[in-house]
């Protein structure tokens, strides 16, 4: 019988705030289940090479998104870009985007209970594709810099990530929209060189870059409406709109609908070269990382995810 291996990040939101129990996974009886649990960043590369000298064919990841996007990265390092091993992802951190674009449903247990019956009872197991991006070695679904990063930062600054404390810096970015303030803690302007395949980008400065493979990005935004279309391709949202303009536009860019504005560029690539004369922030998968001056982002390899 095929294996699972199950990687749990046991500081994932859910199990810090009690909305979930390991001892619902540890209780989980099959010998066909590998179970293990990081105390850090470092835990995962060494948990994902044990799972393929054990034959894992496919592998769970009870986290966030930050801790799919680790996982992820060490999986491809591991198995090859060529043989990944289907990801089942368990939701079980603050942010599950990249499981809510294949419309996965349910606790992160009933998940692998589901996997194993579909196992044992011999039943195709649907899977769904999804590029990564890659930038420097690393791996993930969702790229931001600018006002993304600017949110995220104001949102990591609060005694604990969520819903609450998302709704409190939208209402501060909602405000800074109202005033048209353009040198706020969200928006303020980025002046440097955009290239998208090559071509340079004729938009500068800016005040926010979003990318990504998946459609959603949180708080009911789906601005990615094209991120899945091709296989070799993500898609870019690059805005230079004042904060005014983005809030009388913002339930377009929510929906992911196009906006007509020589400020608003929308597309699909396979590449961006970011230069800015100085220290930047940028976002995978919700985890912040700065860059020195040049940033690459480059289509990674295809992931295949499991719908159970």
């Known amino acids: 019988m095929k294996k699972i291996g199950i990687l749990i990040n046991p500081n994932a939101k859910k199990f810090r705030t009690k909305k979930s129990s390991l001892k619902n996974y540890t209780n989980i009886q099959s010998d066909n289940l ?28 009870a986290g966030g998104d930050g801790t799919l996007h680790l996982a992820v ?54 899977i769904h594709q999804r590029n990564t991006m890659k930038i420097n070695d690393k791996y993930c679904f969702l790229f931001g810099t600018g006002l993304v990063t600017n949110f995220l930062n104001e949102v990591y600054s609060g005694k604990e990530k969520g819903f609450i404390r998302n709704i409190q810096v939208a209402l501060s970015a909602f ?20 290239r998208i395949d090559k071509n340079t980008i004729e938009i500068n400065p800016v005040n926010g ?8 990005i949180g708080m009911g935004f789906s601005p990615l409406s094209m991120a899945s279309k091709e296989k070799d391709r993500f898609q870019i949202i690059i805005t230079a709109m004042g904060p005014g303009k983005l809030l009388k536009n913002i339930n377009r860019l929510r929906t992911g609908n196009m906006i007509n504005d020589k400020g608003y560029y929308n597309a699909l690539c396979k590449t961006i070269k970011l230069t800015y004369p100085g220290e930047f922030d940028y976002t995978m998968d919700g985890d912040i990382y700065k860059a020195d001056k040049e940033l690459l982002v480059e289509t990674g390899p295809l992931i295949k995810l499991i719908k159970i």
């Open 73 to 126: 990265t060490e999986i491809i390092h591991t198995y090859g870009e060529e043989h990944t091993p289907p990801v089942l992802i368990l939701r079980e951190g603050t942010m599950n985007n990249v499981a809510r674009t294949i419309k996965l449903q349910g606790k992160g247990p009933d998940l692998i209970k589901r996997l194993l019956w579909s196992i044992n009872n011999k039943k195709e197991i649907e």
């Open 175 to 194: 405000y800074e929209g109202l005033k048209n303030a353009d040198d706020g803690k969200i928006f303020n302007w980025m002046h440097g060189e955009i």
């Open 209 to 216: 870059i979003l990318a990504g493979t998946v459609e959603h």
């Open 34 to 61: 590998l179970i293990k649990l990081t105390e850090n960043i470092d835990d995962i590369q060494n948990i994902i090479k044990e799972f393929k000298n054990n034959s894992c064919d496919y592998i769970g990841i």
